[in-house]
């Protein structure tokens, strides 16, 4: 990892502007690790933007980034057309927590500027931003949080404690409240945050939900069949949800006493049907995946499946865990 911080200072150094981009839709994780990155780079008295999301902000992120704002804690989001209208110099994108074009926030930003560096901790496709000054994609890494919170580590610098505590939450959210991806490592950088003035009782409230979502995810939960001995699958309604959603229900399922795996079918847009898939280690859940289109780990998996409805890509994803259990 210092190779990349020796990469990442030579480089913000060297650049006139410095671009930030996460994944569209983005969660704690990502953008949590974008508003400190700025603040950093701010530090080193740099221009520097972040990529505007442009669908509409899970309610934990919006609840942080008001929280920031309403504590003075500001950062400076631009939409694509004004980074590409912009006539920058010399700038420099940092993409985080993902290396897929498909995924990142704006595939015009992407084409747009030259000079990349990739950060990511999701296990690499063929399909991944290429040309790229440096590339890291550690899947070992709990959440990109961990590895920016390796370089404060590293840089000595501090920033707001407030920022600290989003962190903390994307690192939460990330590993399943640490039951997930989480290595000494990370609790040694959740203590980090922790030292420098990540409040618990400031995360608890970012991570609460409303009643009547925990409500509907236990009804969906409430309809969950064991497809095989410890295996569970959820449907959910035909509306359209986040992939968070469904990730978090996913999650739900693992919970349940003897469960090695789980898996939970959503409708992410008119055309595409998500499937979200969990495992403790024993059942292979990216080769599952795989089966279906998508891929991932073997404890964390996804896919998503155009022009089937949910109860097809149900039936289907039956079939491939009966043949392969
Ligand atoms: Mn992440």
Do not use: W
């Not at 903390?168 to 399943?176: C, E, I, K």
């Not at 991570?207 to 497809?227: A, C, D, G, H, T």
């Not at 359209?240 to 229900?249: E, F, K, M, R």
């Not at 949910?310 to 259990?325: G, N, P, Q, S, T």
């Amino acid at each position: 990892m210092r190779e990349l911080f020796e990469i990442l200072n030579e480089n913000i150094k060297k650049h006139d502007e410095i671009i930030i981009m996460t994944h569209a839709r983005p969660d704690l994780d990502g953008m949590g690790s974008a508003l400190a990155l700025f603040k950093i780079i701010k530090l080193m008295d740099k221009k520097c933007f972040i990529v505007s999301p442009k669908k509409k902000l899970y309610r934990s992120l919006d609840k942080a980034i008001k929280l920031l704002n309403d504590n003075d804690i500001v950062f400076n989001f631009k939409s694509e057309e004004e980074i590409i209208n912009g006539k920058y110099k010399k700038p420099l994108l940092i993409i985080l927590d993902t290396q897929k074009p498909e995924l990142v926030e704006s595939d015009k930003v992407l084409d747009f500027i030259n000079d990349k560096i990739v950060i990511d901790h999701h296990i690499g496709s063929l399909d991944t931003v290429n040309d790229t000054i440096y590339k890291y994609s550690d899947a070992n890494k709990s959440s990109i949080v961990e590895v920016i919170s390796e370089y404060l580590n590293y840089l000595e610098v501090n920033i707001e404690p407030l920022i600290m505590t989003v962190l903390l939450a994307g690192m939460v959210v990330d590993t399943s409240s640490f039951n997930i991806k989480t290595t000494a490592r990370t609790f040694e950088m959740a203590a980090y945050l922790a030292r420098n003035g990540a409040d618990f009782v400031i995360l608890q409230d970012i991570l609460k939900e409303p009643r009547e979502e925990m409500v509907e995810r236990y009804q969906f939960i409430s309809n969950s069949e064991e497809i095989v001995s410890d295996i569970l699958m959820c449907r959910m309604d035909d509306n359209i949800h986040g992939n968070v959603d469904i990730a978090l229900l996913a999650k739900e399922l693992l919970k349940f006493e003897d469960i090695k795996a789980s898996f939970a079918i959503g409708r992410l847009s008119h055309r595409i049907v998500g499937v979200s898939a969990r495992s403790m280690g024993d059942v292979n859940v990216g080769e599952i995946m795989e089966k279906l289109g998508g891929g991932g780990h073997l404890t964390d998996a996804a896919a998503q499946i155009k022009d089937k409805s949910i109860d097809e890509v149900a039936e289907e994803l039956k079939k491939i865990i009966k043949r392969v259990i």
